[in-house]
């Protein structure tokens, strides 16, 4: 029993930095964004530095001799990465998005660019330790947040690449306390990353939960009003500066909640409202849900939905005619009017005209629901 539940530890300290599966999961978007736009920067940075070096060793770096001259080996090798780097920088910077393969598989290229030529530098001098190595061996690896057993790949792959240098390279004096220095900057580094690893990983699915805590209605799990009000000024925008958008606007209201909770009390108003919420939750596949307060719930209907919102409507009306919902002993009708108004370009200026005319829909529908 222990070692099952030793083994679950290492695997999940391993795989989430000590969190669980779906906690991590939960962050790794807010991982990727972070990631993708560090990197970024250290795409323009790291290919300068290298241009820069390039330009140093071709014009005032010494030779063995310490004549000042060009040093043409390194000046060629400095180039070279400087145009490898260019691939990264344009890639991360206009191609690949945050959450996308390829730009996971960027960052660790540069990483892996950036450790090779301090690799390259550090055993230039065949007599002297190989300092720049582990300078670029501690500090590469805590740019990047990902699961810690791919950072400890990472760091054994240097490390091992840095070993099988320092043993064709050095001068025999040189080589043992290179190797040495190696092994221990390594698991020194190891430690470090995995430990910092653990703390941005907690970081990351904390401020997950907070953001889920500010942006979703905490009794029908959809969105909220702040995030309902940054949707529409999103729209807003786009709609003020041109923007081709396709979207509609569906307005719900759930029928006689107030007679409800003033006949049986709060918690069967409630039953209602998290009801309706589950199921309007279902029926729209690429849309997003918005409980705004009270009995009122919108949605903006926007992709796929759109093009079957005929066909959405039809199945809701159909499920409204014979809608009960069971709370304790106490069976319920549910009722929910509901309008939808499609945006138009020529007519629509902003997001509030679309609004007034499901509003006004779903009105003229939540008498007609009360007349029957």
């Known amino acids: 029993m222990k070692n099952t539940l030793a083994k679950s530890q290492i695997k999940n300290f391993l795989l989430y930095g000590g969190k669980t599966k779906n906690e991590y999961q939960s962050a790794e978007y807010l991982i990727l964004k972070s990631n993708h736009k560090l990197w970024k920067i250290i795409s323009f940075i790291t290919t300068f530095v290298f241009i820069a070096l390039a330009a140093f060793a071709f014009i005032v770096s010494k030779d063995q001799d310490g004549v000042v001259g060009i040093d043409t080996y390194k000046g060629i090798v400095c180039g070279s990465v400087a145009s490898v780097s260019l691939i990264p920088l344009i890639l991360l910077n206009f191609v690949f998005k945050a959450e996308s393969l390829g730009s996971r598989i960027m960052i660790y290229f540069l990483a ?68 040495v220095h190696t092994i221990v900057f390594g698991v020194v580094t190891i430690g470090i990353d995995v430990f910092l690893l653990q703390l941005r990983i907690k970081g990351f699915v904390n401020e997950r939960i907070l953001r889920r805590q500010a942006y979703v209605d905490s009794l029908t799990g959809l969105g909220n009003e702040l995030s309902y009000l940054e949707k529409r000024e999103e729209l807003d925008k786009k709609i003020k500066e041109g923007i081709d958008v396709d979207f509609g606007i569906v307005m719900f209201d759930v029928n006689d909640v107030k007679i409800t909770n003033d006949t049986y009390g709060h918690i069967y108003g409630c039953a209602k409202i998290v009801e309706a919420g589950h199921y309007l939750k279902q029926i729209f596949e690429t849309s997003k849900v918005f409980h705004i307060g009270g009995d009122e719930f919108l949605a903006v209907v926007i992709g796929n939905d759109l093009n079957r919102i005929d066909n959405i409507l039809h199945e809701f009306d159909s499920k409204m005619e014979n809608y009960y919902l069971k709370k304790n002993d106490l069976e319920m009708k549910l009722v929910v009017a509901r309008g939808f108004a499609l945006y138009n370009r020529l007519e629509d200026k902003k997001f509030s005209d679309v609004l007034a005319k499901a509003d006004k829909l779903m009105y003229e529908n939540k008498r007609e629901l009360k007349n029957k």
Request: proline share 6%; charged share 15%; net charge negative.
């Open 112 to 179: 892996l660019l950036v450790l090779g030529y301090g690799i390259f530098i550090g055993n230039l001098d065949k007599d002297m330790p190989s300092v720049t190595f582990m300078v670029v061996l501690v500090l590469t690896p805590i740019a990047i947040v990902d699961k810690p057993y791919r950072i400890i790949t990472l760091i054994l792959l240097a490390i091992i690449a840095e070993i099988v240098t320092v043993s064709i390279v050095k001068n025999p004096a040189a080589k043992v306390d290179d190797i």
